[in-house]
């Protein structure tokens, strides 16, 4: 999914819950990690979180539902561009404005994987 398509699927749901719902199905399209891209696992996640790459092409996974829905915006936010065009975008900004009450250890997590982003 793109983060467009992210967006507007989420935009239509009002419930909290039918949010969050909403990312573990997101999580559910996270492609395959290629046995040649390079892993780093993200420090600060209450899950186990691993964020993959492969030239500008990222990939993930967690060992939670949730946090696998997190992983799969994050990934649709920054895939296809350069550590130069990551540097560039207001990744925290879009994740709030998508309205996801994930709380406050999860929210730990996202940060990290923001940091990991911003430090390629």
Known sequence: ?????????????????????????????????????????IKGCTSFVQICRKGNQFFGSADSELVRGIVAIILAMVDGKTPEEIHQLPLDLWFSELKINIGAARLNG???????????
Not at 24 to 31: A, F, V
Not at 115 to 120: T, Y
Request: hydrophobic share 45%; proline share 6%.
């Open 110 to 120: 996202l940060n990290s994987m923001i940091r990991f982003f911003k430090n390629l």
């Open 1 to 41: 999914m793109t983060f467009d398509e992210i967006k507007k699927l989420l935009g239509m749901l009002d419930d909290p819950a039918m949010r969050l719902e909403a990312v573990m199905d997101i999580g559910k399209t996270l492609s395959p990690i290629p046995s040649d891209a390079v892993c780093s696992e």
